[in-house]
């Protein structure tokens, strides 16, 4: 992480607190993540007691609110907070950005009684979250999705759900599920949002999906039949779901791009120093220009993707009429480039990079999925596009 010491944050001007920050979240993934990741990724075992850890550090509520636990930073600070994480593990990293979503839209759209039953324990890591948004039918089309809601009980005090969710990261390990359901008419505004507690009747999970990456982390379906859950867990009203859900995507793209950024700074990192050290024809393969030429090219993409994050996360933290704009045109561009660096890496360790015990591959395959979740590529396109021909 000294790569990114003095150069690309330094005209974001950060202060002496994001500094330490930076410096704390480093620490502890070296300390807490790194030794494991490979054994983690190569057994599919998912850390649940490092992931509490993380909670005394503040990372169970990095925006969230201080009265319920939270510890109240901002966008840039988060992004600082993922790409440390990821540097260690991007797996990781990813399901801390995924509770911290859940989390915050409790924090954010939950009544006074929602947020002190809930945040609290999930600020502190004592429960983990996960968010069910993705059905088997509907991906990108998210206002298309079907898992239906109906009230039940005396006086309505029950849902009643039945659907599926799918790709749902943590399904089976979280102890509460963000779930966006439909409670009314077809489109975004018949959809409504439930907190759904692990031991809800009728709720159950799919198998574990065998998956290109993201081993750490299972990611099943969360299945509903006649799954019972009090209407007392609704959040905010309904028809407020898809509001809600797409709150939350601006800082779920920014925080996936800084787990990309973290990642392919450890794999240039890797490829650096393996190219200093591997010889070929009498010399270190990094006296070559191929090789000195990639790393440059990579060095470049870091330090660009970079910029391009902290400006996104920037803007959103001072709600800048463009941020959605920004945060999607970072979420593409630092995904793209990031995974690339980190196949690049790959490729300069040669036949090495292919061995699961360098962990370049591991980064490649973790990277990979980043192009496709919070929203695709190519639907980041789509609404940059559209905001550009509003203007």
């Known amino acids: 992480m000294d790569a990114i010491s003095d150069t690309g944050t330094a005209q974001f001007e950060l202060s002496e607190d994001q500094r330490a920050i930076r410096e704390m979240t480093a620490a502890f993934a070296a300390d807490r993540v790194a030794p494991y990741a490979l054994d983690w990724d190569r057994e599919r075992f998912f850390p649940a007691n490092i992931i509490r850890e993380t909670g005394p550090l503040g990372f169970g509520g990095i925006y969230v609110r201080e009265d319920v636990g939270g510890s109240g930073l901002g966008r840039l600070d988060a992004v600082l907070i993922f790409e440390a994480l990821a540097a260690a593990c991007p797996a990781f990293a990813a399901f801390i950005s995924i509770h911290n979503m859940a989390t915050w839209m409790i924090d954010t759209f939950g009544d006074e009684s929602q947020r002190q039953r809930f945040v609290p324990r999930l600020a502190s890591m004592e429960l983990l ?45 979280s102890d509460l599920y963000v779930a966006m359901v439909r ?45 019972k859950v ?9 028809g407020q779901g898809f509001r809600i859900a797409m709150a939350g995507l601006d800082g779920g793209r920014l925080n996936i791009a800084a787990c990309s950024l973290g990642g392919a700074q450890s794999a240039f990192d890797k490829a650096l120093a393996y190219a200093g050290e591997r ?21 470049t993409n870091l330090q660009a993707s970079r910029v391009f994050l902290y400006t996104a996360a920037s803007k959103l933290d001072r ?6 704009k920004w945060s999607a045109m970072a979420k593409r561009f630092v995904t793209d480039a990031c995974f690339d660096v980190a196949n690049d890496a790959l490729q300069v ?10 962990g370049v591959e591991k980064l490649v395959r973790d990277l990979r999925v980043h192009q496709i979740l919070e929203g695709t590529n190519e639907i980041m396109r789509v609404i940059i596009a559209r905001q550009l021909i509003r203007q």
């Open 230 to 238: 009090p209407a007392e867990n609704l959040l905010s009203s309904e």
């Open 279 to 299: 010889q070929a024809f009498g010399q270190a393969i990094d006296r070559f220009q191929a090789i000195q030429f990639k790393l440059a090219d990579m060095e």
């Open 319 to 324: 709600k800048a009429p463009d941020a959605t």
């Open 129 to 173: 979250a996960s968010y069910c948004l993705t059905e088997p039918g509907s991906g990108s089309d998210a206002a298309a999705l079907k898992t239906r809601a109906v009230r039940s009980g005396g006086n309505g005090s029950d849902y009643v759900l039945n659907g599926a969710k799918q790709f749902i990261s943590g399904a089976g390990d």
């Open 349 to 358: 360790h040669g036949g090495y990079g292919y061995l699961h015990d360098y």
């Open 183 to 227: 409670t009314g008419e077809d489109g975004p505004k018949g959809i409504s949002t439930l907190v759904i507690p692990k031991d809800a009747p009728g709720l159950s999970f799919g198998k574990i999906e065998s998956k290109m990456g993201w081993h750490m982390q299972s990611t099943r379906q969360v299945i509903f039949e006649d799954c």
